[in-house]
């Protein structure tokens, strides 16, 4: 399967007063518009999967289109070189020259990949049952199993018949961060799978909200 990415970097005229979530809500009204306007288009079109994606990597802020998130974000980066977020405005300081084709695939050859922003992996049943196992293996192999189940949702997502089993193969550790004045469980480090993704996309709970995001690289290193 082949999907259309586009990928814009963002510098905001006011970091004190932006915020991440009033730009994801910007995107959010635009893609649903765009998807409306464009729903006889032949091009492909995911409605299960969010399609702009907007995430904080260490200093960088990104927005990544996906199918028709990707048209929409070219289509407007083309036309200006500013956002405007109602009072405030974010420039585009980068883009992608074009839109890529990018594979998004099974087979037998194994991929690496690195969570660039923190997992968010477990409901609050499985946080229970997180606490619950004794050691460092059983947490492990948990967690392992949820990450292969959350590959296997991304690929339905994305409306991706999986022609081959799913192997996954894990190398993470925990930290426990604040959500919302809640103390909640993330998870960092690599993994190796036969599913080639391409980077930026996310896995797991709140991708558009920038966790679980991932990307490839050449090195399956241990964690934790």
Request: charged residues 25%.
């Amino acid at each position: 399967m082949i999907l259309p990415v586009f990928v814009l970097t963002l510098e905001p005229s006011n970091p004190l007063q932006f915020t991440v979530d009033e730009l994801r809500s910007f995107f959010c009204k635009k893609s649903e518009d765009y998807t409306r306007l464009h729903r006889d288009s032949t091009a492909i079109v995911i409605h299960r999967y969010p399609v702009v994606q907007c995430k904080q990597i260490k200093n960088s802020l990104m927005v990544i289109g996906i199918a028709q998130g990707a048209a929409l974000l070219w289509e407007i980066s083309v036309k200006d070189n500013e956002i405007r977020l109602g009072a405030n405005t974010c420039s585009i300081s980068g883009r992608d020259p074009e839109i890529r084709n990018e594979a998004f695939s099974i087979s037998g050859t194994l991929h690496t990949y690195e969570f660039l922003t923190p997992w968010l992996a477990l409901n609050q049943q499985n946080t229970k049952k997180f606490y619950d196992l004794k050691g460092k293996p059983e947490r492990d192999s948990f967690m392992q199993k949820i990450l292969t189940r959350n590959l296997i949702t991304l690929a339905k997502s994305i409306e991706y018949d999986l022609c081959l089993p799913l192997t996954c193969e894990s190398r993470i550790r925990f930290k426990r961060i604040r959500i919302h004045d809640e103390n909640v469980i993330v998870f960092l480090g690599t993994f190796r799978t036969n599913l080639r993704i391409p980077d930026y996309l996310g896995i797991g709970q709140s991708v558009s909200s920038g966790f679980g995001t991932i990307r490839s690289i050449k090195t399956f290193s241990k964690t934790g």
